[in-house]
């Protein structure tokens, strides 16, 4: 194997449908719109003293209970480090989130895959940038959906 | 086995010595704690030993309580095995950690200290007391404060090991008085007594904390309340001024090589 791991080929479609039961509702927990870093305003209502989940896109596909175990209670913001264009302003956006928006909390989650790394480093720039110190937590999600960390940075 | 889960541990390790000795084993020190009220399944549930370790040692302590009955040896499944976890603390958490490396740099020197006071004619008293002041004002204010009224509020206060964590603060404080008090009537045994006193209790009481109380706390603490403690923290800190921590910094230093000095003349 070879190339970047973040868009090599891999299938491992016998293994998805594991245990898990496909009873019961799970009802959305987005609480806003819109929800691309680009997009949203660090302004918006939504934001003000909340905690944030910065996500990279492909994480929400991957981890089934995403909606459960990440996105419920917390605001949230989606970007891909590795496609993305003018990456600065998502720097400068994250640093507004902390100092304008005073959110409580970051936690950013990425995909295993070494250019998802990139969003985490954003994230650290703009809480660099901040004047205001709020804690940050980094979240890692395996190819096959399964956390391989979680912790504070 | 669900009665014996609920009963003290100090009056099982009384009644059943092997399970002290059981406990020692897996790192669990409640044989020499001083008040060891806590329920045996708290013990064991707060140490996180993972599903492996903990079936394993539920079931020796079974078997050294009824050596008779038959018990089946737990069958754990490998494959879910998680990795021993090395500790990490949120970031107020972390604060507190930190703050504890200072005040372990003092308990350091109290041997040095002692001595020197054994062996001075009279007690130095601007001494002494300067690292009462360090006690009292760093460790004392500035940290267990933060402990008391901010970290311990987000968990159950009436948790035994909180009690433990609040009787160990009470019993410093007391050996730092009955220090003062030596030091005032030129008492060096009093002196060299209590502050060697304070530094086995602080030492016990900040491992306790680092590895056990914090990380239990630490499990139980949501996003949201960890963003909150951290502004909590914070505003403590802002309090009391950035100086302070500088401040008391400076005097662990110069009294470190005062006595790194007196050890080598
Ligand atoms: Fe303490
Ligand atoms: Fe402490």
Known sequence: MSGCPGSRTIDFSEKTNQEG???????????????????????????QGKDILLAADCTAFAFGE???????????????????????????????????????????????????????????????????????????????GNILSEEWI | MLKVLNREIKEIINTYPEVGRILEEYGIGCVPCTVGSCLLKDVVG?????????????????????????????????????????????????????????????????????EYTESSLRVD??????????????????????????LFKYVDEKAEIIQVMY??????????????????????????????????LLTQHIKKE????YPWIDRQLSTTQVGEMFRKCNAADASVGDELPKKYEKFIIELEEKFLQEVTK
């Open chain 1, 66 to 144: 995403f909606h459960k175990d990440y996105l419920k209670g917390k605001s949230i913001a989606i970007a891909c480090p590795k496609l993305d264009s003018d990456q600065e302003v998502y720097v400068e956006k994250i640093k507004s989130l902390i100092d304008d928006a005073k959110i409580n909390t970051l936690s950013v989650i990425i995909m295993q895959v070494p250019c998802c790394f990139g969003l985490a480093q954003i994230a650290k720039d703009g809480a660099e940038k901040a004047s205001r110190k709020i804690p940050v937590k980094q979240i890692v999600v395996g190819l096959e």
């Open chain 1, 21 to 47: 039961s496909e009873t019961g509702k799970r009802p959305s927990q987005l609480r806003q719109w819109p929800i691309q870093l680009h997009l949203v305003s660090p302004m918006a209502p939504y934001f």
């Open chain 2, 125 to 150: 008293k601007n001494l002494i007391l300067s690292c009462v002041d360090f006690i009292r004002t760093y460790a004392d204010k500035y940290h267990h404060m933060k402990e008391e009224d901010i």
């Open chain 2, 210 to 213: 680092d590895e056990i109380l």
């Open chain 2, 167 to 200: 009787k160990d603060h009470d019993t410093g404080r007391g050996y730092v008085r009955q220090a003062v008090e030596g030091a005032e009537k030129n008492n060096k045994t009093q002196v060299k007594e209590n502050l060697l006193a304070y530094r086995d």
């Open chain 2, 46 to 114: 707060i140490h996180n030993l993972g599903p492996q370790k903990e079936a394993t040692l539920m079931y020796r302590i079974e078997k050294a309580i009824y050596p008779d009955r038959k018990i089946s040896e737990p069958v754990v499944d490998m494959t879910t095995q998680s990795a021993p976890k090395k500790i990490t603390y949120s970031p107020p958490v972390k604060k507190l950690v930190d703050e504890h490396v200072l005040i372990k740099r003092l308990l350091a020197l109290i041997p040095s200290i002692a």
